[in-house]
T-cell receptor
Framework: SQTIHQWPATLVQPVGSPLSLECTVE??????LYWYRQAAGRGLQLLFY??????ISSEVPQNLSASRPQDRQFILSSKKLLLSDSGFYLC??????????????FGSGTRLTVV | TQLLEQSPQFLSIQEGENLTVYCNSS?????LQWYRQEPGEGPVLLVT?????EVKKLKRLTFQFGDARKDSSLHITAAQPGDTGLYLC?????????????FGKGTLLTVNP
């Protein structure tokens, strides 16, 4: 069976500090991977998605970047955090080739508070 | 940009009542998905509807995709406290990027015992 791991669960970081959130998927190959941010427990905003190693697409300009160094590893980073980067970050994967039928499986999220 | 509007934003009902939440857009989607999210957790997929006019049932939950594939509804019969959560709809685009989902802002449902 497929599983998705996301860590850490919570993080409190000072303004200007770096950030690294990691997400790994097990039990599948070449998944589509996604990073979303959710503000105040409401709608999800797509930040980055990847359809393969080294292939990253950004949806919104921001203070964050993403990398996919291995097939099932997706990393969200920042060199200097801003207060506005606070939020609930969710990693998700979907099965490639399933197109519009492909549902997402989400990780359990990281609650980031920038102070 | 494809936008999905969900209504109502908040809904508080008593156990045993029926309810319907809506997901509307001016854009056509190739599919519509519904997720439920509990506090501090990631959303969990409930259903995917693909064909205009399609109706799917999941126990006490009934999902419908509009004929024009621009809207969807979720109806819950005899709501229970375990149904409490944030209900999110998400639309898939068309063409080569149909794996990308656009999410609505959600309906926060509270079912009181």
């Amino acid at each position: 069976s497929q599983t998705i791991h996301q860590w850490p669960a919570t993080l409190v970081q000072p303004v200007g500090s770096p950030l690294s959130l990691e997400c790994t998927v097990e039990g599948t190959s070449n998944p589509n991977l996604y990073w979303y941010r959710q503000a105040a427990g409401r709608g999800l905003q797509l930040l980055f998605y990847s359809v393969g190693i080294g292939q990253i697409s950004s949806e919104v300009p921001q203070n964050l970047s993403a990398s996919r160094p291995q097939d099932r590893q997706f990393i969200l980073s920042s060199k200097k955090l801003l207060l506005s980067d606070s939020g609930f970050y969710l990693c998700a994967w979907s099965r490639p080739g399933t197109g519009r039928w492909g549902g997402y499986t989400f990780g359990s999220g990281t609650r980031l508070t920038v102070v | 940009t494809q936008l999905l509007e969900q209504s109502p934003q908040f809904l508080s009902i008593q156990e045993g009542e029926n309810l319907t939440v809506y997901c509307n857009s001016s854009s056509v989607f190739s599919s519509l998905q519904w997720y439920r999210q509990e506090p501090g957790e990631g959303p969990v997929l409930l259903v995917t509807v693909v064909t205009g006019g399609e109706v799917k049932k999941l126990k006490r939950l009934t999902f419908q995709f509009g004929d024009a594939r621009k809207d969807s509804s979720l109806h819950i019969t005899a709501a229970q406290p375990g149904d409490t959560g944030l209900y999110l709809c998400a639309g898939a685009g068309s063409g080569g990027s149909n794996y990308k989902l656009t999410f609505g802002k959600g309906t926060l449902l509270t079912v009181n015992p």
